[in-house]
């Protein structure tokens, strides 16, 4: 059985890191906090807590691909 190794990864940077598009989505992605939807549901009902975190979800995988244009570069450096 082989064991995946970090840097034959396709996520994997070449500088030794995690690419910028996947850490950004990981971070907005934390915005979607699993304890608080049954408050949120009594509070502002079902309806508008699955469009918030539908367009949340949507949101971070935006933010990841401009992140990703922006930064990510198959040299590992970071694009002008």
């Known amino acids: 059985m082989k064991v995946a190794v970090p840097s034959e990864s396709p996520n ?23 304890f608080l939807l049954p408050v949120m549901v009594s509070m502002f009902g079902w309806t508008y807590v699955l469009i918030l975190t539908l367009l949340t979800v949507a949101g971070s995988f935006s933010v990841g691909f401009v992140v990703g244009a ?3 570069s198959r040299n590992g450096s970071i694009q002008k």
């Not at 690419?19 to 934390?30: G, H, T, W």
């Open 12 to 34: 994997w940077d070449a500088r030794g890191g995690y690419r910028f598009s996947l850490i950004a989505v990981f971070l907005v992605n934390r915005a979607v906090k699993p």
């Open 70 to 72: 922006l930064l990510d």
